[in-house]
């Protein structure tokens, strides 16, 4: 029982260092959709946050690291807000639109200030290779397999056509969801996300509206 009491202390300040370094990478997902990744330094980032170089120098041993990190979380932050509330969705249509829904409500929610965090940091890195270029592809990639798992079930259920093209469907309805991003971004109209809602629903179909 004694033996096992010093370790408390070091089991604290793992947790507190755990929860330091969570609290610096959301700050700094929300701060990369405003800044960018690219501006995304352990300097900028100790300034907003109010944190010392040598603290943030502690987690991180360098801005890549640092990037790629914010990736992570940032991810996670989506697959909460986006990705979360398909599985709870019925496979198939009714889980294409909860996506597509959860997609529209996080931009409008500001859930990142500046947008969708992967829709910004594509744009930035598309003319970038490297390891951070390389972790956003990592993630375009899930999303679309998100999507067409979504579609051959709903071409399993009848509710698409069996010779729907899915690269294509999917390729339309990333459009309307990433010009809606962007327009809401630049506009601040909300009616945009609502035009962008109607297009995806009459895009599969006017029973999904």
Do not use: N
């Not at 690291?65 to 019925?90: C, H, K, N, S, Y």
Request: proline letters at 5%; hydrophobic letters at 45%.
């Amino acid at each position: 029982m004694s033996a096992a009491q010093p370790e408390a202390p070091a089991r604290r300040q793992r947790s507190d260092g755990a929860r330091s370094r969570r609290a610096i990478l959301e700050a700094a997902a929300q701060m990369a959709t405003v800044e960018g990744l690219d501006r995304l330094s352990i300097g900028d980032l100790a300034a907003h946050i109010g944190m010392s170089k040598s603290g943030l120098y502690a987690h991180f041993r360098s801005k890549e690291e640092l990037q790629l990190a914010t990736i992570d979380t940032a991810e996670a932050i989506f697959d909460e807000a986006v990705v979360g509330p398909m599985r709870d969705a019925e496979p198939g249509l009714p889980a294409v639109l909860v996506l597509a829904d959860s997609f529209l409500d996080h931009l409008r929610r500001r859930v990142f200030p500046g947008g969708c965090f992967f829709a910004c940091a594509s744009a930035e890195v598309q003319s970038r290779p490297g390891p951070v270029k390389e972790r956003i592809a990592e993630f375009d990639t899930r999303w679309k397999a998100r999507w067409i798992q979504q579609f051959e079930a709903a071409q399993a259920a009848g509710q698409l056509p069996a010779d729907e093209d899915l690269d294509q469907l999917f390729f339309e309805l990333d459009a309307y969801l990433l010009y809606a991003h962007a327009a809401f971004a630049f506009r601040g109209d909300p009616a945009v996300l609502d035009r962008a809602d109607e297009a995806v629903r009459r895009r599969m179909g006017s029973d999904a509206a």
